[in-house]
């Protein structure tokens, strides 16, 4: 198999889905791919520039069906489709925040797009930065929250039942990633 970026990309998820942030080296990516871990610093700078990669590889995959028309469905759409890239991949929300810049919103095309709908919803210019921060935090720390509440036992405890009452029901991962987002949204339109 010839090396490129490109095969080393799809060997990094591989071992990434199998072992976790903790099993991906130079070492072992290079043991998968059958080489030397020297031949991979051709392609690759270190294992930030690998972690670039791979967030731009999940990133790239992110395909939006709805129209710049309808702004809010369209970045609810774009988020969705965003948390399922990062739950398809172990230690995704790792391996993104660690490589500097390389976000959703850091490829020019998403970051354009969603500025677009963010001033359609009414964020002002100067604010919209910080918007876009906002719902790609908000995305981030969503996935991560729902990676750590699904490695619990469906029978254990829950806390917050304890402290609400029996009346306390848990919402679906599904409809709190909604919930979020909607608060998000009623922000935005509410401090124009």
Request: hydrophobic letters at 45%.
């Amino acid at each position: 198999m010839a090396l490129s970026k490109e095969t080393i990309v799809r060997a990094a998820i591989e071992l990434l889905n199998q072992g976790g942030i903790d099993h991906l080296s130079m070492r072992s990516l290079a043991a998968v791919l059958d080489t030397k871990a020297a031949s991979l610093y051709r392609h690759i700078k270190d294992k930030e520039d690998l972690y670039a990669l791979i967030s731009e590889a999940v990133v790239s995959e992110i395909r939006p069906a709805c129209s710049l028309g309808n702004p809010k469905k369209y970045l609810m759409e774009v988020a969705e489709l965003y948390r399922q890239k990062l739950l398809a991949l172990r230690d995704s929300v790792e391996i993104i925040t660690q490589s500097k810049g390389v976000t959703m919103l850091g490829h020019v095309e998403f970051l354009k797009n969603v500025m677009i709908c963010l001033l359609h919803l009414g964020v002002a210019e100067n604010k919209c930065m910080v918007a876009t921060h906002m719902l790609n935090n908000y995305i981030l720390t969503s996935v991560a929250d729902e990676f750590y509440f699904r490695s619990f036992p469906a029978d254990a405890p829950n806390a917050y039942e304890a402290i609400l009452g029996s009346n306390f029901k848990w919402l679906s991962f599904d409809e709190q990633f909604n919930y979020g987002l909607e608060v998000l949204f009623t922000g935005f339109k509410g401090l124009k």
